[in-house]
Each structure stands twice: as structure tokens, then as C-alpha cells.
């Protein structure tokens, strides 16, 4: 009885560690939620597929080219021009973090269809209740 | 008020006197226990209506979020409330395998399932949050995906305590064949939370990083904290007065079938 149950013991353990490990290394890709433009800048051909692209949104770059909304994204120093296909949400602002998902195209622009909004964990009081201000 | 859960089911012999001046034992099946439990709900309403109007009308609308913002003072509450619960499943599963001491079983089972509540008002607070704010509803980021993976894991606790207690034709809260396995599975599924809790600062996320729980707090507003504050107090012990509930109930009910295994704890009459 007691060996028995050591041995069934031992059994589980080794199934949940081999699951664990499985789990590991399935995740060790897709864990990055996204990626960030030095990474993509580096390795342009890794964002020929779709890609998750975070960084902020460059104050003064973002102007709207017919369906199209362009802005750079920056992080850490390196920024991609963005072509954006849809409108945003509505939190999306100059200044402030976006997520976007899309391809890199060969002429280096980033295009996009889809954003998400990325704020931060400061919270501040709305001087203006009417028309938001800008973040920063 | 002071008092004290007393898990060991034992009358207090002969500092009761004593005992009596200061503690109750809140899960007693008594009316004076009744009474203090009832003291604790008004108190949990009070510091819930509070809550409400720091929240809903005290503490100023966000600058970026604008009034989205305010879904904070649910989802905070829900999920750290949702961790106590579970912390509250881990003590309770600890001091069972420890002592053998089938009450703290029926608190592991109260936790467990209040936690899972929780947890789904967090996921579900968090992702209206998300639509008005992020812009949508889901994104298969790591703190939503280990929230879902929490509450996944307890709820399959919960699943396990009824399957084990079917098959054995075992009373859940009052059988160790029911116990034992439940209470490896709620030590086991806690190491989930410290993955939650951190999976913003260990991957890259969508979601926010934590503003209270912060080495250096970032600013918040003080009438925010104020709000969140509040109802963290609220939810914790209107989580609390739930727990109690449970495990009041839940002795009631075995106390009223006829017990069938030779280990149960001595039912108390008023």
C-alpha cells in the first residue's frame, strides 16, 4: 500500500514536471506580449509576419492621411513610422503608449489594423472634465 | 470588536470566563456569534456605502482614462480580495495537513470559492476596463492569461472536491478523503498567485504595472487612494462575513444529517 502510493507519487510528480517543462518552453516564444521597434529594427524579417509593436505615440508626428492615421512609434530611442488602417480608440493620444498589431512592409513603414490603448499606473485628477487634456 | 475564528471546534474549558469578556468565536452556531457576525455585515455595508460615494462622486474623474477610470474601485478590491481568499484556502489547507482538523477544510472550501467569485468579477470588471480604456475586451496578455489560469485552477479544486466526494460517497467539509487531495490542490494552485501579481513586472504587458504595491509609488491622487482604499476595507470584510456564512452553513448542514464517519467534529447547539 505504501509503496504503491510512493510510486504513484513519483509517477505524477514526473507527468506534472514534464508538463511544466512542455508548458515552458511552448510559452518561451509567445510570452513576449510585443515587441518593441529596436527589436523589430534589428530583425526586420521577424515582423514580415504579424507582429504585436509597442511603444509611444511620438508628440507632433501623428497627422491623418485619408483612411490612413500616421504617427511614429518610439521606445527606448528607436521609432517606426506607423500607417494605421481604422480608427483608434478613443483613450489614443500623442504621448501616450499604444500596442498595434500588423506587418513591417519592405519600405520599412509599419502598417497597422488594430491598437490598443497602453496607459500607465498614475493616476491624476482631470483638470478639464469637458475636453481631456493631454497626458503629459 | 476583537475577535477570533476559533477553527478547533473545542468548547474553551477553563478560561472561557476570561475568553468570554473579549472573543467570540464567530462561526459558532449561536446567537451571540450571530450577533457579532451581524455587526460585521453593517459594519461592511458602512464601509461599502462610504466606498460608493468616495468612489462614484468624491474622487475626480482620471486625466487619460476619464470616468472608465473609476471601474478601479470594483477590480482592485475583487482581485486582491480574490488573493486573500486564496491565501485564506492556503493557510486553512496548511493547518489541516497539519493538525488534521476537518473545520479547516470547510474554510479552505469557503475560500476556495470565494476567490473564484472574485476572481471572475476581477476578470470581468477588468475587461469592461479594458473595452473603454485599451480598447478591448481581451487581449491574450500575461496577467489576463494567469488570471484565467487562477481561476481555472480553483475552479477545478471546487470540481475536484465534488468528484472525489461523488465517487467516495464522501461528505464534502466533513470526510479526509474528501480533505486531503483538496488540500495538496489548494496549497499547489496558491503558487499561481505570486505569478499573477508579478506577470506584470516579469513579461511585457498591456496591463498596468501596480500604483499602491510599488517600490516607488507612482502618484496617484489622494482622493483616488482614499476611494480604493475604502473599498478594499469594504470588500475584505464583506469577503469575510461571507466566509463565516459559508462555514456556518455548511456545519449547520452536516450537523443536521446523521453522521456517518466516526472523525466529525462534535456539532454545537446554541
Not at chain 2, 474601485?73 to 489547507?93: E, G, M, Q, R
Not at chain 2, 491574450?140 to 489560469?149: E, F, G, K, Y
Amino acid at each position: 500500500m505504501n509503496r504503491r502510493r510512493t510510486g504513484r507519487t513519483a509517477v505524477v510528480a514526473v507527468l506534472l514536471a514534464t508538463g511544466a517543462v512542455l508548458v515552458t518552453s511552448a510559452l518561451r516564444g509567445t510570452l513576449t506580449y510585443y515587441r518593441t521597434p529596436a527589436e523589430v529594427l534589428r530583425d526586420p524579417d521577424a515582423a514580415r509576419e504579424r507582429v504585436r509593436l509597442g511603444g509611444d505615440v511620438v508628440p507632433g508626428s501623428l497627422r491623418r492621411d485619408g483612411d490612413l492615421l500616421v504617427f511614429r512609434l518610439a521606445e527606448g530611442g528607436q521609432a517606426i513610422t506607423v500607417e494605421q488602417l481604422g480608427a483608434p480608440p478613443g483613450t489614443f493620444r500623442e504621448g501616450e503608449g499604444v500596442v498595434i498589431e500588423g506587418i513591417l512592409s519592405a519600405d520599412g513603414t509599419f502598417r497597422s489594423d488594430h491598437v490598443v490603448v497602453r496607459h500607465g499606473n498614475e493616476y491624476r485628477p482631470s483638470t478639464s472634465p469637458v475636453e481631456p487634456v493631454d497626458a503629459r | 470588536m476583537k475577535h477570533a475564528a476559533n477553527p478547533s471546534g473545542k468548547r474553551p474549558g477553563a478560561d472561557r470566563e476570561i475568553m468570554r469578556a473579549s472573543t467570540v468565536d464567530l462561526v459558532a452556531d449561536t446567537a451571540r456569534a450571530a450577533a457579532a457576525r451581524r455587526t460585521m455585515v453593517w459594519t461592511a455595508g458602512g464601509l461599502a456605502t462610504a466606498a460608493t460615494v468616495a468612489g462614484g462622486w468624491l474622487a475626480p474623474p482620471d486625466a487619460v482614462q476619464g470616468p472608465a477610470q473609476r471601474l478601479m474601485y470594483l477590480h482592485v478590491p475583487a482581485a486582491w480580495v480574490a488573493y486573500a481568499a486564496f491565501a485564506v484556502v492556503l493557510a486553512a489547507s496548511g493547518a489541516y495537513l497539519v493538525g488534521g482538523e476537518l473545520r479547516w477544510d470547510r474554510f479552505a472550501r469557503a475560500g476556495a470559492e470565494i476567490g473564484v467569485v472574485l476572481t471572475a468579477v476581477a476578470i470581468a470588471t477588468g475587461s469592461l476596463w479594458g473595452r473603454l480604456v485599451w480598447g478591448a475586451w481581451w487581449a491574450w496578455d500575461p496577467r489576463l492569461v494567469s488570471t484565467a489560469l487562477l481561476l481555472l485552477a480553483y475552479a477545478g479544486y471546487l470540481a475536484l472536491r465534488r468528484a472525489v466526494s461523488d465517487r467516495t460517497d464522501a461528505r464534502d467539509g466533513d470526510d479526509h478523503r474528501v480533505a486531503r487531495p483538496a488540500a495538496l490542490v489548494g496549497i499547489l494552485g496558491f503558487l499561481l498567485v505570486p505569478v499573477v501579481h508579478f506577470s506584470v513586472v516579469w513579461w511585457r504587458s498591456l496591463h498596468q504595472q501596480a500604483t499602491v504595491f510599488a517600490p516607488q509609488r507612482p502618484p496617484i491622487d489622494p482622493r483616488m487612494a482614499l476611494a480604493l482604499l475604502l473599498a478594499v476595507a469594504a470588500a475584505t470584510l464583506a469577503a469575510l462575513c461571507v466566509l463565516l456564512h459559508r462555514v456556518v452553513r455548511l456545519e449547520r448542514r452536516l450537523a443536521a444529517d446523521a453522521p456517518r464517519t466516526a472523525d466529525r467534529v462534535p456539532a454545537r447547539i446554541g
